[in-house]
């Protein structure tokens, strides 16, 4: 049985070693992902080593494997996946349930009430 890379799975794994502008993360038994330095952030990053050190855990996300077998990982797209998720729960959480609601207690009657009179 062999394993398979999941294309846009998100994964947390240890950078195994860097060569230049490549950093390596082992994803699954004896197959490693590559970060290419441009898929490390959101900025410009001008090393690996400044980004990540080996054996620090990065999250990742699986772009694809092109026509020799490699695995592309990013970590920049796990990130943006990461903070758009965040914003949307943040989003729900923010939004009440009922748009004419205002503020209301647990038993759904509103907690409080002012009326102010010009």
């Known amino acids: 049985m062999t394993a398979e890379a999941e294309v846009g799975k998100i994964l947390s794994r240890q950078s195994c070693h860097d060569q230049g502008i490549w950093l390596f993360c082992g994803i699954l038994p004896g197959k490693d992902g590559l970060v290419h330095l441009s898929e490390l952030a959101n900025f410009r990053v001008k090393k690996t080593r400044t980004s990540s050190k080996v054996g ?8 694809g ?39 209301s207690s647990a038993n759904g009657k509103p907690s409080a009430l002012f009326v102010f009179e010009v």
């Open 65 to 103: 494997v092109d026509e020799k077998g490699r695995v592309r990982l990013s970590r920049k797209a796990a990130m943006e996946d990461r903070d758009k998720e965040a914003a949307a729960a943040t989003e729900s959480a923010t939004k009440p349930s009922n748009p004419g609601e205002i503020n």
């Open 56 to 63: 620090d855990d990065i999250t990742v996300k699986c772009l």
